[in-house]
């Protein structure tokens, strides 16, 4: 399915939660990529900060993916989980 169809299918508090996601989602990727790029230049203080932002980033993105899901499952939004597995 594409990106357009699953946004033609949405109301507007799915779209948000949408764009939550998308928004969670990459700032997870882009915190876990510092962590990565820092490991063995960085002091260890400095590195387990990096470490840490990387894991609330994670809850971030987990949380944003429930909202996500559970207004999929209350509001019969657009089959939201099917779409988002095809990519």
Avoid: W
């Avoid at 799915?14 to 510092?34: F, I, N």
Wanted: hydrophobic share 35%.
């Amino acid at each position: 399915m594409a990106k357009n169809s699953i946004i033609n299918g949405m109301c507007g508090k799915g779209l948000s939660l949408l764009d939550a996601y998308q928004r969670a989602a990459t700032a997870y990727a882009e915190s876990v990529s510092e962590m990565f790029t820092r490991i063995g230049i960085t002091p260890r203080h400095e590195y387990d900060q990096l470490r840490l932002a990387s894991e609330v980033a994670r809850k971030n993105s987990e949380l944003a993916r429930e909202a996500l899901e559970r207004h999929q499952r209350e509001h019969s939004c657009q089959r939201i989980n099917q779409a988002m597995r095809a990519g």
